[in-house]
């Protein structure tokens, strides 16, 4: 299976600061990498993905890249806000290829915007 | 459409025992999926399905079995449960080609 290591574990930004977060992933067949944003006590939420025909994808202001021959993918968020104060999981197909046939997960950012 | 659902929300079992955690799905997804989260970690892929009477085990697979009888349901057995088993439980389904995967709310699991 998929191994994705995800960094940092905490990160802490100014409200209205931009916030990076990095994985990179194992097997040079996976096509599909989503990003999930989980609050305390829910589920996870899809925030945006790319497949691997594309570098970047932006959805106002969260945008992913994605770099195949280092196999990492980032996920930066613009203009923090309070909201977005949450725990933030990459994944990858946890099966050669994509999605369908499950994810495995990074451990997880936890996000802190300070006020 | 309720999406999917899990039951129960919470649930206590002793080292031993046995239970089933239900999921549903309304969406007519033929994909299924059940993770485990544990404190501070990321989800962990123990079984799916791609269709009613087929079933694949993840990366977590040891002390699980489920069926798929339906389209509908994935039921997840615990047989003999152990500490080791206390995490939060998610189901989830898709319906490829697309992969994004759609979340129950998940059961919260405590052995002691």
């Known amino acids: 299976g998929e191994n994705v290591e995800q960094h940092p574990s905490t990160l802490s930004v100014q409200e209205g600061d931009s916030a990076v977060i990095k994985c990179t992933y194992s097997?040079?067949?996976?096509?599909?990498f989503p990003w999930y944003k989980q609050e305390l006590g829910k589920r996870p939420q899809l925030i945006i993905d790319i497949r691997s025909n594309v570098g970047e994808k932006k959805d106002q202001r969260i945008a992913v890249t994605l770099n195949k021959t280092a196999k990492h993918f980032s996920l930066h968020i613009t203009e923090t806000q309070p909201e977005d104060s949450a725990v933030y999981f990459c994944?990858?197909?946890?099966?050669?290829?994509?999605?369908?046939?499950?994810?495995?997960f990074g451990k997880g950012t936890h996000l802190i915007i300070q006020p | 459409n309720a999406g999917v659902t899990q039951t129960p929300k919470f649930r206590i079992l002793k080292i031993g025992q046995s239970m089933t955690l239900q999921c549903t799905q309304d969406?007519?997804?033929?994909?299924m999926y059940w993770y485990r989260q544990d404190p501070g970690m990321g989800l962990k892929l123990i079984y799916y399905?791609?269709?009613?009477?087929?079933?694949d085990k993840g990366e977590v697979p040891n002390g699980y079995n489920v069926s798929r009888s339906t389209t509908e349901d994935f039921p997840l057995r615990l047989e003999l449960a152990a500490p080791s088993q206390t995490s939060v439980y998610f189901c989830?389904?898709?319906?490829?080609?697309?992969?994004?995967?759609?979340f129950g709310p998940g059961t919260r699991l405590t052995v002691l």
């Open positions: 097997d040079s067949a996976s096509n599909y």
């Open positions: 989830a389904s898709t319906l490829p080609p697309a992969d994004t995967q759609y």
């Open positions: 969406m007519n997804h033929n994909y």
């Open positions: 994944a990858a197909p946890y099966y050669s290829g994509g999605g369908a046939d499950g994810l495995t």
């Open positions: 399905s791609v269709g009613a009477g087929i079933t």
